[in-house]
């Protein structure tokens, strides 16, 4: 059976949350983690239309920059993080737009501040459309220079 060839991304990518306003987000690719992960500060919960919403800002302390952003929150769950302990987040559905590829991804809210990485891209985003070159970043980031090794 001949499977149709799938893009490759590296350990490292820039990735868009185009509903979120978030553009060129540095995110860890990590086959490990089953949910992708967003830093966030929860600011609000409300009801629009019969759907629970959460407002939550994403900081760039970099840029001095504080993006206020809206989502439908679809859901709780428990996320194990890396540490090995279990956390109870929100979980929100939004496109995620990796290269050329775009598609509604689940998306946990997580305080990330101490990760070198605002976001994480889970196994369940990459699943059926993507292949994953560890050894490389940047591979579906056309403004950046693929590069080889593991070197932040």
């Known amino acids: 059976m001949t499977r149709p060839a799938l893009p490759i ?7 868009h949350l185009p509903e979120l306003g978030l553009h060129n987000l540095p995110a860890k690719i990590d086959t490990g983690a089953r949910t ?11 009801e ?3 759907e629970q919403f959460v407002r939550f800002a994403v900081d760039f302390p970099q840029q001095h920059v504080r993006q206020v952003c809206e989502a439908v929150h679809i859901d709780w769950r428990g996320i194990t993080s890396s ?8 979980i929100i559905k939004t496109p995620l ?12 809210l997580a305080n990330r501040a101490d990760m070198r990485f605002p976001m994480l891209i889970g196994r369940s985003s990459l699943r059926r459309r993507f292949v994953v ?3 490389h970043s940047w591979m579906q980031t ?4 693929t590069t080889e090794g593991h070197k932040p």
């Open 9 to 15: 991304v590296g350990w490292r990518e820039l990735v």
């Open 36 to 46: 992708s992960s967003l830093h966030a500060t929860v600011l609000d919960e409300y």
């Open 48 to 50: 629009r239309d019969g």
């Open 83 to 90: 540490n090995g302990k279990t956390q109870r987040r929100r």
């Open 97 to 108: 737009k990796i290269g050329d590829v775009e598609f509604r991804a689940e998306i946990s």
């Open 133 to 135: 070159d560890s050894g």
């Open 142 to 145: 056309p403004n950046r220079k």
